[in-house]
């Protein structure tokens, strides 16, 4: 166990839908990022933050937006679905940005768009 | 930008024999390198880091990796593998310059055969 606790696990939507996926990094973590893991894109970056301020920026889609709450748990929010976005979602947590870079992973949420 | 090559999609080694992934990364600086493990439905578990000092670097369940600088290599060995090693591996390297973001390979599945 993480320590990184992600929902939902199972996401079943439509296109055109919009989701909120939630993550709770581990206690004391301020980092949090977002990834999204797809066959074709593998495990891609989407965005980071650290203690509710953005902090880096990947391959995230402008449908796409995230935020950090002052309790340090954070949501990805996924708009206008297309099928293409149906993947799996991994939030990860780290301790800051001064450290060692070692992330640590929840179990994600599995997005599926029909 | 950094980047991570990991040449093998598929690797099937027998029970009990030795074996070794391939990781190859670009990055302008010294790199913190890590290897994680997935398994089926599961989320990521760091295996493995490197950060500095002795290149070789001993990791959980019986896994080391050595980092070449001259290679720009960063190669996983086990010994002797076990059936429930069968997952999947990810290399990656930390983007300490934004972020602290790891960017990762697109990974390579082991199957182990009996």
């Known amino acids: 166990d993480s320590g990184v606790t992600q929902t939902p696990k199972h996401l079943i939507t439509a296109t055109g839908q919009r989701v909120t996926l939630r993550c709770s990094p581990r206690?004391?973590?301020?980092?949090v990022y977002w990834y999204q893991q797809s066959l074709d894109q593998g495990l891609q970056f989407l965005i980071q933050y650290y203690n509710g301020e953005e902090r880096a920026k990947g391959n995230i889609l402008e449908r796409f937006s995230a935020q950090q709450f002052p309790d340090l748990h954070s949501e990805l929010n996924l708009s206008s679905l297309e099928l293409g976005d149906s993947a799996l979602y991994f939030c990860a947590s780290s301790a800051g940005l001064g450290n060692t870079g070692e992330l640590f992973f929840g179990e994600g949420s599995r997005l599926t768009v029909l | 930008a950094q980047s991570v090559t990991q040449p093998d999609i598929h690797i099937t080694v027998s029970e009990g024999a030795s074996l070794e992934l391939r990781c190859n990364y670009s990055y302008g600086a010294t790199p913190y390198l890590f290897w994680y493990v997935q398994s089926p439905g599961q989320g990521l578990q760091l295996l493995l880091k490197y950060f500095s000092g002795d290149t070789l670097v001993q990791g959980i369940k019986g896994f080391e990796a050595e980092f070449k600088r001259s290679q720009s290599s960063f190669n996983l060995r086990k010994p002797s593998v076990h059936w429930s090693d069968a997952a999947e591996y990810f290399c990656?390297?930390?983007?300490?310059?934004?972020?602290?973001?790891?960017?990762f390979g697109a990974g390579t599945i082991l199957r182990v055969k009996s």
């Open positions: 206690s004391g973590d301020l980092s």
């Open positions: 990656a390297v930390g983007d300490m310059e934004y972020g602290n973001k790891l960017v």
